[in-house]
T-cell receptor, first 115, second 112 residues
Framework: DAKTTQPTSMDCAEGRAANLPCNHS???????VYWYRQIHSQGPQYIIH???NNETNEMASLIITEDRKSSTLILPHATLRDTAVYYC????????????????FGKGTKLSVKP | DAGVIQSPRHEVTEMGQEVTLRCKPI?????LFWYRQTMMRGLELLIY????????DSGMPEDRFSAKMPNASFSTLKIQPSEPRDSAVYFC??????????FGDGTRLSIL
């Protein structure tokens, strides 16, 4: 079962920042927060991940609260092409042959960017 | 850079037929994953390989499903015999070690 809770859907105006929340209150110390998105008819696309510090790359920023029980993915200037389902995933350290490092996808947040 | 390549993109076949899905991972990646996505169950991991060796197949639904990785650049997922409930989108992904997984665009399978 997914260890995260996300809103089912969100809307965002084109050009504005999209802030997607995720709750992961049972996260343990060695588990990472990963974000993927899936645009219609395509495979999931990796966005960003972090352990405890905030992270930024060319696609997005990830803000993780100090207690690590929640995080926010920020798309700074959303475009129509950012319309997708966004998945927040808690991923453990990979033990060879184990499942802790597997990606377990929940239902995600359907983000609709509107003109 | 070439991403993960899956073929065919779409497959429609009749119940009872054998279905073979193919995947070419990103060159140099040592992990390969097969996932299945349905409306009811979402995206589920079926099996993964490390250096061509199957490591965890606990997600494979039943014996009708089998997966092989004969070399570092090719893997197959086979369903024999196929059933209508196998209809889904099947994704292949690859990664270098624990780095993020990269997904292909999937095979949309319809079993009539």
């Amino acid at each position: 079962d997914a260890k995260t809770t996300q809103p089912t859907s969100m809307d965002c105006a084109e050009g504005r920042a999209a802030n997607l929340p995720c709750n992961h209150s049972t996260i343990s110390g060695n588990e990472y927060v990963y974000w993927y998105r899936q645009i219609h008819s395509q495979g999931p696309q990796y966005i960003i991940h972090g352990l405890k510090n905030n992270e930024t790359n060319e696609m997005a920023s990830l803000i993780i609260t100090e207690d690590r029980k929640s995080s926010t993915l920020i798309l700074p200037h959303a475009t129509l092409r950012d319309t997708a389902v966004y998945y927040c995933i808690v991923r453990g350290t990979w033990n060879y042959g184990g499942s802790q490092g597997n990606l377990i996808f929940g239902k995600g947040t359907k983000l609709s960017v509107k003109p | 850079d070439a991403g993960v390549i899956q073929s065919p993109r779409h497959e429609v076949t009749e119940m009872g037929q054998e279905v073979t899905l193919r995947c070419k991972p990103i060159s140099g990646h040592d992990y390969l994953f097969w996932y299945r996505q349905t409306m009811m169950r979402g995206l589920e991991l079926l099996i993964y390989f490390n250096n061509n060796v199957p490591i965890d197949d606990s997600g494979m639904p039943e014996d009708r499903f089998s997966a092989k990785m004969p070399n570092a650049s090719f893997s197959t997922l086979k369903i024999q015999p196929s059933e209508p409930r196998d209809s889904a989108v099947y994704f292949c992904a690859s990664s270098l070690g624990f780095q993020p997984q990269h997904f292909g665009d999937g095979t949309r399978l319809s079993i009539l």
